[in-house]
């Protein structure tokens, strides 16, 4: 079992900078993708960015030039800095990572999710 864990989701105010960070434990050989995914209220859960390991990045058009993914891939960390942040950035954030188990199983996982709201 590969478990996830957000954190330093929150109250920021519009035109501030808040960071995401996510850490992956468990029977993990290796993590091909991580990324970060939203869902706000009455939405569809929708792609934010996701990243390799070897650092190819995805990005949705919406927060393209506001919004930086990394990782760190010894640690199975990965980091979403988001600046200048909308209202309607307001969602319960979800991370997720692609990978590899030491068995050689593939998995897929996601985290419970951290709520960050934008207020304006």
């Known amino acids: 079992q590969v478990r996830l864990v957000e954190s330093g989701g929150g109250l920021v105010q519009a035109g501030g900078s808040l960071r995401l960070s996510c850490a992956a434990s468990?029977?993990?050989?290796?993590?091909?993708?991580m990324g970060w995914y939203r869902q706000g209220p009455g939405k569809h859960r929708a792609l934010v960015a996701t990243?390799?390991?070897?650092?190819?990045?995805n990005y949705a058009d919406s927060v393209k030039g506001r919004f930086t993914i990394s990782r760190d891939v010894a640690k199975h960390t990965v980091y979403l800095q988001m600046n200048s942040p909308k209202p309607e950035d307001t969602a319960s954030y979800y991370c997720?990572?692609?990978?590899?188990?030491?068995?050689?199983?593939?998995?897929?996982?996601w985290g419970q999710g951290t709520q960050v709201t934008v207020s304006s």
């Open positions: 468990g029977s993990i050989f290796s993590i091909n993708v």
């Open positions: 997720h990572a692609h990978g590899r188990t030491w068995n050689g199983a593939d998995f897929k996982s």
């Open positions: 990243m390799t390991s070897t650092g190819d990045t």
